[in-house]
Each structure stands twice: as structure tokens, then as C-alpha cells.
């Protein structure tokens, strides 16, 4: 006789109870941090059967759910998943002054656009959910901006889990909690205000007192780490001219290797968005952007042409041209292959570490494709 397991879906709307306690304490050395548990519904951790905790300091509003407004449906709360997708949007839109959207699946973005020609944010948005509107499904969306009414419309389309932005219009937030004619899955949508993105630190030199990325490992050790930094503030901090000197005065007549190719302004723009997107992608990491506008993640990848491959094929099956894009990976190439791999798909600039022992080699292969390589002297590995 076969075994009914249709009522297992209802445990993705339901709340599990846990017994952590309301009050944590840190001490690292001479440092007390003292914690407090947030004070919002949340349903479970990673998986439903999974009892969770969040702490934010005590005193600070939590920036993740900080005046969180739980629609019709929602009661039961945010997951851990919910929370940490919540995070990343907030660690790439900290970066962005101009109206952005990124949308974040399983803590890696799957669509981001910024403006770049003056489009309304409800543009912006639909050019963000085109990168990958299957991964998009069910997602978490973050804006930079306040989110008007048209926006808010563009949202209800489809099934999201969640949105969260600085603010949002009145007319905004009623379409939100809008039951009647929508999607019946949107009902239960969830709505975070974040007002102070940008006061996140993303600089090296940046004040990150009290901020810890804190993990544990399989026996129960911790490990406490500084989160990311980025020496990149603009993209006059690229290295548009790297040069390998040549270790074999035998070879090429004693000459360097240098790139030949400098990139235009609008591959300059595109460049930054592309490594500010991919500080946030899970190792190995690779990112395609036109025109401010995510075209491609490749995430997750053991190998380097492997991940370039995978946003490559991505790309292509969702009917995305690469041309005249540009691509950012988070480490160094260890072969030419992956510059040989994105030159047939008409990609023109790439920005990467550097840092290889083929990294000659690699700008030789940008030289005979005519591909700009902009360094930035430092990896962006993001291991979760």
C-alpha cells in the first residue's frame, strides 16, 4: 500500500521550536560582545527539521530584518536560508550608489542589474530577473532604493519568498500585502527594511568593529574572521596595464609580457559590477555582465574553465549572447583555456586577480584575442 506524503509540504510553513536562550555573550580576549536574539517569527535553519538562533548585538537593530514587516502568510517566519540570502543582497547593493536590484538564490545572486541609461526601477528589476528567471523562482530580492508601486507590480508576477530595500512607498507596500489576485504562493511573501546598507563595511580601511564571519567546522571548533574587504573603491583601482617580466631572456627576445589592450569606459563600469557581484559568489566563481546587467553565474565549480564553462552554458540555454561582455573570475587562471573559452563567445574584458605561474601565458591569450585583462591584485574566494 503506498504511504500518503502530500502533508509533508506543509512543514515549509510551519515554525519549529528551539530552546537557545534569548541572551548570548562573545569573549575574545579582552572583548565582550554581548548578543540578543532578534525579536521576529523565525520557522527553522537551513532545513525544516533544523531548530535555529539569531543574535544581533544588543542596542544595534539588526540590518538584515531590521523593521521587518511580515505580510499575510508570513507569520511563520524566516528561515536561516531566508536570513543569510537577505545578507548577501545587502553585501552587493552596499556597493552600488546608483538604483540596483539583485536577486539571490541559495546565497549566490542569480540576476542583478544597475542603472546605467536612466531605466525606471521596475525595468531594472525585470532586466534582473531575465539572467535567470527559473533560479529567480522563489527568491529573495534586494533593492537599493525605495521601492515605488510599478515596482512592487513587477514583483507580484511571480513567486518570490521575499524583498528587502531602504524603504518603501506606501502604495508599494499595499500591492505587497495584496492577497486578492495574485499568485497564490506570493500571499505569504515577506518584506525587510534595511535603511543603512551602505554603512556595511566593503573598503579595506573601513572601520569592522564588531562585525565577525563566524563558522564552525565538523568536531565543533570555531573559526572567527574578518569578513571581506576590497582594495577596489573604483575601477581607477584596476591594474589596466599588468605586466609578467619575462623569466627566459631566451624567449621573445628578452621582452615582458604585457597586455596590449585597454578597456573602454563602458568595459571599466562593467568590470566593477562584475567583481563586486563575484565577492559575493561561492568559490570558484565566475560572473558575466553588458550593460550593468548580470548575464551569467557560474558557481560552485572544483575547477576554474569548469565554472567558466558551467556560466558559459547557463548563459547560452537562456538565450543570452556574451558578446561584447565582460567576465570576472574570483582567482587566477591556472591555464590560457578559459580566456581561449570565453574569445569564441565574443567576450572582451576580464577582471582577475592575477597571481598565477601561467599568468604570462594568460596574457597572451588576451593579446591574440584583443580581450582586456584588468588585475586587481586580490583573490575574492567566498567558501560558505
Known sequence: MATDVSDFKNVYKTAIASNFPQEATIILGDKTIKLKALDIALRYGTNPHQPFAAYAPAGAQPLSVGNLDMLKGGKAGLSLTNLQDMSQAVNILKYFSRPSCT?????????????TEGESLADIYRIARSCDERSAFGGIIGFNVKVDAATAEAIMESFIEGVIAPDYDEDALAILRRTEGTKKLNNAIRVA????????PKYIGDDVT????????????????????TRIRSAADFICDPMIPNS???????QSYSVQRQP????????????????NVRSNGIVFVKNGAAIAVGTGEQERVGAVEQAIDKALKKGHSLKGSVMSSDAFFPQRDSIDTIAAQGVTAVVWPAGSMNDAAVIQAGNEHNIALLATLERCFLHI
Open 264 to 279: 573602454t569606459a563602458t568595459e571599466l563600469d562593467d568590470s566593477l559590477t562584475a567583481w563586486y557581484l563575484n565577492i
Open 193 to 200: 527594511k534595511a535603511a543603512n546598507m551602505g554603512s556595511v
Open 210 to 229: 564588531g562585525y565577525f564571519n563566524i563558522r564552525n567546522l565538523a568536531d565543533g571548533t570555531i573559526t572567527f574572521e574578518i569578513p571581506y574587504l
Open 248 to 254: 627566459d631572456p631566451a624567449k621573445n627576445n628578452g
Open 103 to 115: 536577486i539571490m538564490k541559495h546565497i549566490n545572486p542569480c540576476g542583478f542589474k544597475v542603472q
